[in-house]
Protein backbone atom coordinates (compact mmCIF):
# COMPACT_ATOMS: atom_id res chain seq x y z
CA UNK A 1 0.00 0.00 0.00
CA UNK A 2 0.91 3.33 -0.54
CA UNK A 3 1.48 6.53 1.93
CA UNK A 4 -1.73 8.65 1.73
CA UNK A 5 1.14 11.38 0.44
CA UNK A 6 1.84 9.52 -2.42
CA UNK A 7 -1.86 8.29 -3.11
CA UNK A 8 -3.03 11.93 -3.32
CA UNK A 9 0.08 13.10 -5.26
CA UNK A 10 -1.08 10.10 -7.66
CA UNK A 11 -4.44 10.86 -7.66
CA UNK A 12 -3.45 14.62 -8.76
CA UNK A 13 -1.53 13.04 -11.44
CA UNK A 14 -3.96 10.70 -13.16
CA UNK A 15 -7.57 10.58 -11.37
CA UNK A 16 -8.76 8.15 -13.34
CA UNK A 17 -6.10 5.40 -11.94
CA UNK A 18 -6.76 5.74 -8.10
CA UNK A 19 -5.27 3.72 -6.20
CA UNK A 20 -7.63 0.79 -5.43
CA UNK A 21 -7.53 0.81 -1.63
CA UNK A 22 -9.28 4.62 -1.70
CA UNK A 23 -12.99 2.84 -3.29
CA UNK A 24 -14.90 0.83 -1.60
CA UNK A 25 -15.90 -2.34 -2.98
CA UNK A 26 -19.03 -4.32 -2.43
CA UNK A 27 -18.91 -7.69 -4.28
CA UNK A 28 -21.96 -9.76 -3.83
CA UNK A 29 -21.73 -13.04 -1.49
CA UNK A 30 -21.66 -15.70 -4.60
CA UNK A 31 -18.38 -14.21 -5.93
CA UNK A 32 -16.44 -15.28 -2.66
CA UNK A 33 -12.69 -16.70 -4.15
CA UNK A 34 -11.21 -20.25 -2.70
CA UNK A 35 -8.65 -18.17 -1.42
CA UNK A 36 -11.59 -16.46 0.87
CA UNK A 37 -13.15 -19.03 1.67
CA UNK A 38 -10.00 -21.24 2.79
CA UNK A 39 -8.44 -18.16 5.05
CA UNK A 40 -12.56 -18.04 6.32
CA UNK A 41 -12.10 -21.26 7.08
CA UNK A 42 -8.58 -20.94 9.61
CA UNK A 43 -11.20 -17.67 10.76
CA UNK A 44 -14.15 -20.20 11.70
CA UNK A 45 -11.64 -23.06 13.37
CA UNK A 46 -10.56 -20.17 15.63
CA UNK A 47 -13.93 -19.03 16.66
CA UNK A 48 -14.59 -22.96 17.22
CA UNK A 49 -11.46 -22.80 19.61
CA UNK A 50 -12.77 -19.48 21.34
CA UNK A 51 -16.66 -20.88 21.98
CA UNK A 52 -14.50 -24.43 23.79
CA UNK A 53 -13.10 -21.43 26.19
CA UNK A 54 -16.32 -20.24 27.00
CA UNK A 55 -16.06 -17.05 24.46
CA UNK A 56 -18.70 -16.18 22.00
CA UNK A 57 -17.61 -18.02 18.84
CA UNK A 58 -16.34 -15.16 16.99
CA UNK A 59 -12.85 -15.91 15.13
CA UNK A 60 -10.15 -13.87 12.76
CA UNK A 61 -7.43 -13.97 10.52
CA UNK A 62 -4.68 -11.82 9.59
CA UNK A 63 -3.23 -12.37 5.87
CA UNK A 64 -0.47 -10.69 4.08
CA UNK A 65 0.71 -11.81 0.97
CA UNK A 66 -1.26 -14.87 0.74
CA UNK A 67 -0.19 -15.71 4.33
CA UNK A 68 -1.43 -16.31 7.48
CA UNK A 69 0.54 -14.20 9.87
CA UNK A 70 -1.49 -14.43 12.66
CA UNK A 71 -4.36 -15.84 14.08
CA UNK A 72 -7.05 -15.38 17.08
CA UNK A 73 -10.68 -15.82 18.84
CA UNK A 74 -12.37 -13.50 20.77
CA UNK A 75 -10.82 -13.26 24.38
CA UNK A 76 -13.00 -11.40 26.06
CA UNK A 77 -13.55 -13.25 29.01
CA UNK A 78 -10.03 -15.12 29.24
CA UNK A 79 -8.11 -11.94 29.40
CA UNK A 80 -10.56 -10.08 31.30
CA UNK A 81 -10.62 -7.15 28.72
CA UNK A 82 -13.43 -5.72 26.66
CA UNK A 83 -11.48 -5.10 24.32
CA UNK A 84 -10.10 -8.08 23.30
CA UNK A 85 -12.57 -8.76 20.49
CA UNK A 86 -10.68 -11.52 17.87
CA UNK A 87 -10.54 -8.87 15.72
CA UNK A 88 -8.56 -6.42 17.66
CA UNK A 89 -6.42 -9.64 19.00
CA UNK A 90 -5.49 -10.57 15.73
CA UNK A 91 -4.12 -6.79 14.68
CA UNK A 92 -2.37 -6.43 17.52
CA UNK A 93 -0.52 -9.58 17.13
CA UNK A 94 -0.12 -9.02 13.09
CA UNK A 95 1.58 -5.65 14.10
CA UNK A 96 4.24 -7.21 16.84
CA UNK A 97 4.48 -10.20 14.02
CA UNK A 98 5.75 -7.56 11.25
CA UNK A 99 7.16 -4.52 13.21
CA UNK A 100 4.85 -1.86 12.60
CA UNK A 101 2.00 -0.39 13.76
CA UNK A 102 0.21 0.15 10.14
CA UNK A 103 -0.60 -3.33 8.87
CA UNK A 104 -0.76 -2.42 5.52
CA UNK A 105 -1.89 -4.34 2.92
CA UNK A 106 -2.99 -7.23 5.30
CA UNK A 107 -6.55 -8.39 4.66
CA UNK A 108 -8.63 -9.26 7.79
CA UNK A 109 -10.83 -12.60 7.79
CA UNK A 110 -13.46 -12.38 10.58
CA UNK A 111 -16.37 -14.54 10.95
CA UNK A 112 -19.20 -11.45 11.96
CA UNK A 113 -19.59 -8.46 10.92
CA UNK A 114 -17.10 -6.29 12.85
CA UNK A 115 -18.72 -3.93 16.04
CA UNK A 116 -17.61 -0.01 15.87
CA UNK A 117 -14.44 -0.57 17.73
CA UNK A 118 -12.92 -3.04 15.47
CA UNK A 119 -13.94 -0.82 11.95
CA UNK A 120 -12.39 1.69 14.15
CA UNK A 121 -9.55 -0.64 14.69
CA UNK A 122 -9.27 -1.24 11.09
CA UNK A 123 -9.02 2.13 9.80
CA UNK A 124 -6.30 2.92 12.56
CA UNK A 125 -4.28 -0.15 11.33
CA UNK A 126 -5.12 0.90 7.80
CA UNK A 127 -5.79 -2.37 6.88
CA UNK A 128 -6.65 -2.73 2.72
CA UNK A 129 -9.49 -5.67 2.98
CA UNK A 130 -12.14 -6.46 5.24
CA UNK A 131 -14.20 -10.17 4.65
CA UNK A 132 -16.13 -10.95 6.60
CA UNK A 133 -19.09 -14.10 7.37
CA UNK A 134 -22.13 -12.94 8.57
CA UNK A 135 -24.14 -9.82 9.06
CA UNK A 136 -24.50 -8.48 12.77
CA UNK A 137 -28.17 -7.05 12.68
CA UNK A 138 -27.10 -5.98 16.61
CA UNK A 139 -24.04 -4.23 15.83
CA UNK A 140 -22.19 -4.38 12.54
CA UNK A 141 -20.56 -1.25 12.18
CA UNK A 142 -19.77 -2.45 8.15
CA UNK A 143 -23.46 -1.98 7.16
CA UNK A 144 -26.33 -3.60 9.42
CA UNK A 145 -26.16 -0.34 12.03
CA UNK A 146 -23.57 2.08 11.17
CA UNK A 147 -21.28 2.67 7.98
CA UNK A 148 -17.76 3.62 9.33
CA UNK A 149 -16.07 2.23 6.36
CA UNK A 150 -17.23 4.40 3.95
CA UNK A 151 -17.34 7.11 5.72
CA UNK A 152 -16.97 10.28 3.90
CA UNK A 153 -15.21 11.79 6.38
CA UNK A 154 -12.33 9.41 6.41
CA UNK A 155 -9.54 9.38 4.11
CA UNK A 156 -8.63 5.53 4.61
CA UNK A 157 -10.92 3.19 2.66
CA UNK A 158 -11.22 -0.57 3.40
CA UNK A 159 -12.01 -2.98 0.58
CA UNK A 160 -15.00 -4.90 2.11
CA UNK A 161 -15.90 -8.52 0.86
CA UNK A 162 -18.70 -10.08 2.97
CA UNK A 163 -21.15 -13.12 3.22
CA UNK A 164 -18.26 -15.55 3.13
CA UNK A 165 -18.84 -18.99 4.35
CA UNK A 166 -21.56 -16.77 6.83
CA UNK A 167 -24.00 -19.70 7.05
CA UNK A 168 -21.02 -21.64 9.14
CA UNK A 169 -20.34 -18.23 11.20
CA UNK A 170 -24.06 -17.52 12.27
CA UNK A 171 -24.78 -21.33 13.06
CA UNK A 172 -21.86 -20.96 15.71
CA UNK A 173 -23.31 -18.02 17.38
CA UNK A 174 -27.05 -19.88 17.17
CA UNK A 175 -25.24 -23.11 18.73
CA UNK A 176 -23.32 -21.71 21.10
CA UNK A 177 -26.36 -19.09 22.85
CA UNK A 178 -28.89 -21.71 22.43
CA UNK A 179 -26.64 -24.01 24.89
CA UNK A 180 -26.72 -21.32 27.48
CA UNK A 181 -30.47 -20.61 27.58
ZN1 LIG B 1 -15.46 -5.92 17.76
Redesign the pocket.
Known amino acids: MISRAVARNARAAAPESAPHHLVVFWRPMTDSGKADRIFMEAALEQARLAAERGEVP?GAVVVIENRIVCRSGNRTITDCDP?A????AALREAATEIGNHRVLDATLY?T?E??????G?MIQARIGRLVYGADDPK?G?VRSCFSLLDHTQLNHRVEVTSGVLAEEAAALLKEFFATRR
Open positions: VTHAEIVIPCVMCAAGA
